[in-house]
């Protein structure tokens, strides 16, 4: 079992920076993928990022790429998510969660959810 808790979300302008955190807790932590995900107001729930479980590999889905990076801390359970860049359409509930799946994209090969943080990015 794994408990996530997000936080690092708020309010911010277009051309921005914010760094998202999941600090886990439970058991082997270090035995699961994580996953960023986020969902707009009426929208489907859409993969972010994802961090392999030493963060040696990270993979991105294309509207992020290059702008955002994932990376893990191990040693205090802790998965972080750095946006730069912005843009309005970054908007939305941002969920981290655990999975045993290597290479996992879709929601569904994720276990373990975190209650989410909002982000809001201004125009």
């Known amino acids: 079992q794994v408990q996530l808790v997000e936080s690092g979300g708020g309010l911010v302008q277009a051309g921005g920076s914010l760094r998202l955190s999941c600090a886990a807790s439970?058991?082997?932590?270090?035995?699961?993928?994580v996953g960023w995900f986020r969902q707009a107001p009426g929208m489907e729930r859409e993969f972010v990022a994802r961090v392999s479980r030493l963060g040696a590999h990270t993979y991105y889905e294309d509207s992020v790429k290059g702008r955002s990076t994932i990376s893990r801390d191990n040693a205090k359970n802790t998965v972080y998510l750095q946006m730069n860049s912005l843009k309005p359409e970054d908007t939305g509930v941002y969920y981290c969660?655990?999975?045993?799946?290597?290479?996992?994209?879709?929601?569904?090969?994720?276990?373990?959810w975190g209650q989410g943080t909002q982000v809001t990015v201004s125009s």
């Open positions: 969660a655990a999975s045993r799946v290597v290479s996992a994209s879709a929601s569904q090969e994720y276990d373990y």
């Open positions: 439970g058991h082997s932590f270090g035995s699961y993928t």
